[in-house]
């Protein structure tokens, strides 16, 4: 059942916000055992919401998301739950207030069920940490779930009628979502609120099972009407299909699935072609703004919370203390020039561009990050290179279930230009629609 239909039978009485509740909190007991998905279940909470949301329908007050359950990743704050961040320096910390998404969606009406599993402070694109284990992939026992948004990713691969809100910095959002085969978007950057204090990179945004849910939660988010726009199709768009960006190394079977993906667009009426903007891995980019950011909190006292810290952030946090204030101009400077490029080559060539999610399918949970990617090294982030682009050019940009290698999901990853996440979003629910996908059961 689709948030729209789930509203609609609470309109007519059929289902009841608490008769949903319980059983979403029933289900997560399963999930948990499964996939270790959550670091704290907020029952009361979400019992409290629910049964608002009863009177709300009841007295026609109720908001575009009353009575319907929602996970929040564990580095955003609910007032009254802990926030831990995955972290053991904050593993006890509660919050005092809503982070701006959530007083979004909490007044819209929305039931919280709890808080999902991340890595220390969404460092990595696994989801371990010291405070909660490792988050395993829905589809099989051991893998990973991806990150950094992971336990959100895994909870949405097993839980029909539930939105779950991820964080996506340098692809946190649609790397889970690709590996664990359900949908994700990474918004414009600036449409969904987000904390204040930002590294530029990260924004909030959806993670569901199917592209209409996902329109449903960015629309309450940021005041934005994309679901009006989801049946259009993709006639007449120009599509540009890249399996590499020029740089970015992939294993080939991964490559082979996503381009399939991608041509048959053609089938739906788009034009699909291939190209790319000839230009360099923004990775040393992301790399002095991620550094920098990781580091920041910890100036001055970093010698005193090192061993606390998960040790594969460790090495990062010190490339940050080490920057100079200079490095970080120049990365910001840098970001806006390979913006502007991106933008500059899509208003000419193409509507949308199409690329894999990822480079892999899922590791092993428990690692930090695949190791190599088709005979290349990698370290912690610089696996991603099909994600982390879009987050310094800040453009939307989705990942929608699209196959399996040796029984895990691939992501086709489609981005848009600035502003234009409804035509990302019209575009991944055609293709939905062309090529339904099957869930594991729980």
């Known amino acids: 059942m689709s948030v729209a239909?789930?509203?609609?039978?609470?309109?007519?009485r059929e289902r009841s916000p608490l008769e949903v509740a319980r059983e979403a909190l029933d289900r997560i007991e399963r999930?948990?055992?499964?996939?270790?998905?959550?670091?704290?279940?907020t029952g009361e909470l979400a019992l409290e919401r629910a049964a608002a949301a009863e009177r709300a329908y009841a007295d026609g007050t109720a908001g575009p998301l009353a009575g319907v359950p929602?996970?929040?990743k564990d580095l955003l704050d609910v007032t009254g739950v802990r926030t831990t961040g995955g972290s053991l320096l904050t593993e006890r910390h509660v919050a005092e207030t809503d982070a701006p998404f959530v007083a979004v969606v909490r007044a819209a009406g929305a039931v919280i069920l709890g808080k999902t599993a991340t890595p220390e402070a969404g460092w990595k694109g696994e989801t371990t940490s010291r405070v909660h284990g490792s988050t395993e992939n829905p589809w099989r026992a051991g893998a990973s779930?991806?990150?950094?948004?992971?336990?959100?990713?895994?909870?949405a691969a097993l839980m029909p009628d539930v939105l779950h809100q991820g964080g996506d910095g340098a692809g946190s959002i649609r790397m889970p979502a690709s590996m664990c085969g359900v949908f994700g978007l990474k918004p414009t950057w600036g449409l969904?609120?987000?904390?204040?204090?930002?590294?530029?990179?990260s924004v909030q945004g959806p993670i569901t099972w199917g592209v209409a849910d996902a329109a449903w939660l960015m629309d309450v988010s940021s005041g934005t009407d994309t679901r009006a726009r989801l049946g259009s199709g993709v006639a007449g768009l120009r599509m540009l299909w890249s399996g590499d960006l020029g740089f970015a190394a992939a294993e080939p079977e991964v490559v082979a699935v996503c381009e399939a993906a991608a041509r048959s667009f053609a089938a739906l009426g788009a034009t699909v072609e291939e190209g790319h903007p000839q230009l360099d891995d923004p990775w040393p980019i992301v790399d002095a703004i991620w550094c920098a950011n990781q580091a920041a909190p910890y100036a001055g006292r970093f010698d005193e919370v090192?061993?606390?810290l998960d040790q594969g952030r460790v090495p990062v946090i010190e490339r940050g203390l080490e920057m100079a204030a200079t490095d970080l101009v120049t990365a910001q400077g840098a970001k806006r020039r390979y913006a502007a490029a991106w933008d500059a080559f899509m208003t000419e060539r193409c509507d949308l561009m199409l690329t894999p999610t990822l480079p892999v399918t899922a590791f092993a949970a428990g690692l930090d990050q695949p190791g190599s990617v088709a005979g290349h090294a990698t370290e912690y982030l610089s696996w991603t290179a099909f994600t982390y682009p879009f987050n310094v050019t800040g453009q939307p940009a989705?990942?929608?279930p699209c196959g399996m290698v040796d029984g895990l999901p691939v992501g086709l990853q489609i981005i848009g230009r600035l502003g234009e996440d409804a035509l990302v979003l019209r575009a991944a629910a055609a293709f939905e629609q062309a090529h339904p996908w099957e869930f594991p059961e729980l």
């Not at 239909?5 to 007519?12: A, K, N, P, T, V």
């Not at 999930?31 to 279940?41: P, S, Y």
């Not at 969904?192 to 204090?197: E, I, L, Q, S």
């Open 5 to 12: 239909e789930l509203i609609e039978s609470y309109r007519r």
């Open 70 to 72: 929602i996970t929040i």
């Open 145 to 155: 779930a991806g990150g950094s948004s992971g336990g959100a990713a895994a909870a």
């Open 192 to 201: 969904v609120p987000t904390d204040p204090v930002n590294s530029g990179l």
């Open 31 to 41: 999930v948990q055992a499964r996939v270790n998905a959550f670091v704290t279940v």
């Open 306 to 308: 090192r061993e606390r």
């Open 398 to 400: 989705a990942t929608v």
